[in-house]
């Protein structure tokens, strides 16, 4: 063999283990890419306490950008400064996982805009990478511990569940009020009930509708009565959605009896005439 030949097959030899290792990497890239389809996301419970946690911050957000804001979405930090987030979410770590917000402020020709990411604290497989932004469908995958992005799968559509969510995060504040308003009472009320105000003072509760008047989608009103020789205390509790048939659909209804009721009012406020709920 000559040497111009020796020379030729060292080159071929070499191109070939270069392409041969360059087509091993790409395959192995894109095996790591592969994302899951919806479909076939298998959800485990602490995935769902993670969603719950992005949805949190999500609503958190909202309030931030119409109470707060300006319009404009919020750091982190500022979420927990106006008490929008527990102390648990604004450390940024829970349930094994690693949650950023990042925000976007409006230019001429955009919106402002916002994205929460989660991503596993310890990188291994078959654990999911979560992503979420102002439109409210949950993105996520396998991502080998990477962030996941826009462009990955949507494991829990916006669709109809935001209206559900909201109905469900109003009923939960209306009992959480009703609550504060027992620790109210029996406190610093003496024997009286407080306005939202009034409880927010009191450091017996600081979310939902005791830190706006319109939270996830829905409005509140809520009239105190002071006693009198003849008559006790009293407060009613009253929650609209904002926008009927968009940001929910039943109107709710408390008082210091501890009973919800509600029912579809076509966006009129129920009483106490309404059916109680089962939640």
């Known amino acids: 063999m000559t040497r111009k030949h020796f020379f030729v097959m060292f080159v071929l030899s070499f191109v070939f283990v270069f392409s041969f290792q360059a087509f091993s990497q790409k395959t192995s890239d894109q095996k790591n890419n592969q994302i899951i389809s919806g479909a076939d996301v298998q959800l485990s419970s602490n995935d769902r306490l993670v969603m719950h946690v992005m949805r949190t911050l999500h609503s958190a957000e909202m309030a931030f950008s119409a109470v707060f804001g300006a319009g404009n979405y919020g750091s982190l930090e500022q979420l927990a400064e106006y008490d929008l987030v527990d ?6 770590e829970k349930y094994g996982y690693r949650f950023t917000v990042s925000r976007q402020f409006p230019t001429a020709m955009t919106p402002p805009s916002f994205e929460i990411k989660a991503v596993p604290v ?16 949950i993105r996520g995958a396998d991502k080998l511990g990477r962030e996941a992005t826009v462009n990955d799968p949507i494991i829990e559509p916006c669709g109809a569940s935001p209206r559900a969510g909201n109905e469900s995060a109003a009923i939960s504040s209306m009992r959480t009020i009703h609550g504060a308003q027992m620790t109210y009472q029996a406190t610093s009320g003496a024997g009286e ?14 979310t939902g509708f005791a830190l706006v008047s319109i939270y996830r ?63």
């Open 193 to 206: 009930y407080g306005t939202l105000a009034e409880l927010y003072d009191a450091n017996v509760i600081r």
């Open 122 to 137: 310890i990188r291994r497989p078959r654990k999911l990478s979560f992503y979420l932004n102002e439109t409210c469908e």
């Open 87 to 92: 102390a648990s979410i604004a450390s940024g």
């Open 217 to 279: 989608g829905y409005s509140c009103t809520m009239i105190v009565t002071r006693s009198t020789p003849s008559t006790p205390a009293r407060f009613t509790l009253k929650v609209v959605p904002t926008e009927y048939g968009r940001t929910g659909i039943r109107s709710f209804y408390m008082d210091e009896s501890g009973v919800l009721r509600g029912a579809d009012k076509q966006g009129l406020p129920a009483d106490e005439n309404d059916p109680p709920v089962e939640d």
